[in-house]
């Protein structure tokens, strides 16, 4: 019964290195997002998935992101060449059904981690 | 494509006070508009939403709001805060079609002073 699980809480990255964040989504959840939230920022979209397909990746910022869902469960957003402007809190949300016209699917957020790039 | 506006980004005001943080957006289409609540090293939660029918809507902790379709409005008020509330508060929307994305605005940070 467990909600939506983000690992880890903190990266600290030295500029240039890579990173991998893992999101966990509520076990059943169809849909998958992921957010970036910079500092004293609302949350901005990067991409989206229905179960292992990535429907939509328009928000992400360069082809550093990349992000996979290969089993329709978890995901992973990697960061490739982390630079400071990367710096900023991602945040995974599921949600239980396709979104589809009419259904709003309330998305469920998880933590967030907190990339720090020096 | 759209976006919105959250008019303050810091709110102070005493306990047992009324509040009410402002959200207007724009949009070329019909939206479900959205409030999250956000509290200190948790992840966001869904305080209340509009999708359709009467345009007030209310939370179970006694916050609502009401979607303004003239004013592309979708203002939150809660007549008596409690410390509690402290927390940032993001308004969202989303179109009814095409992209599932949440667009958030920027966030009012609500701060309860005793």
């Known amino acids: 019964g467990a909600g939506v699980s983000q690992s880890p809480r903190y990266k600290v990255a030295k500029r240039g290195q890579d990173v991998a964040l893992r999101c966990d989504p509520i076990?059943?959840?169809?849909?998958l997002f992921w957010y970036q939230q910079a500092l004293g920022q609302g949350p901005e979209f990067l991409t989206y998935?229905?179960?292992?397909?990535?429907?939509?990746k328009s928000g992400l910022p360069s082809d550093r992101f990349f992000a996979e869902r290969p089993e329709g469960s978890v995901s992973t957003l990697k960061i490739q060449r982390t630079q400071q402007e990367d710096s900023a809190v991602y945040l995974c949300a599921s949600s239980l059904t396709r979104i589809e016209r009419g259904n709003s699917a309330e998305q469920f957020f998880g933590p967030g981690t907190r990339l720090t790039v020096l | 494509a759209q976006s919105v506006t959250q008019l303050d980004s810091q709110v102070p005001v005493f306990e047992e006070a009324p509040v009410e943080l402002r959200c207007n957006y724009s949009?070329?289409?019909?939206?479900?508009l959205f409030w999250y609540v956000q509290y200190p090293n948790q992840g966001l939660q869904l305080l209340l939403k509009?999708?359709?029918?009467?345009?007030l809507v209310e939370s179970i902790n006694g916050f609502e709001a009401e979607f303004n379709k003239s004013q592309t409005s979708f203002h939150l008020r809660k007549p008596s805060v409690h410390i509690s509330d402290t927390a940032e508060y993001f308004c969202a929307v989303r179109s009814i079609q095409g992209a599932q994305k949440l667009v958030f605005g920027q966030g009012t940070r609500l701060t309860i002073n005793p």
């Open positions: 949009s070329s289409v019909s939206v479900y």
């Open positions: 076990s059943g959840h169809v849909s």
């Open positions: 509009y999708l359709s029918g009467s345009t």
């Open positions: 998935f229905q179960n292992e397909a990535q429907l939509d």
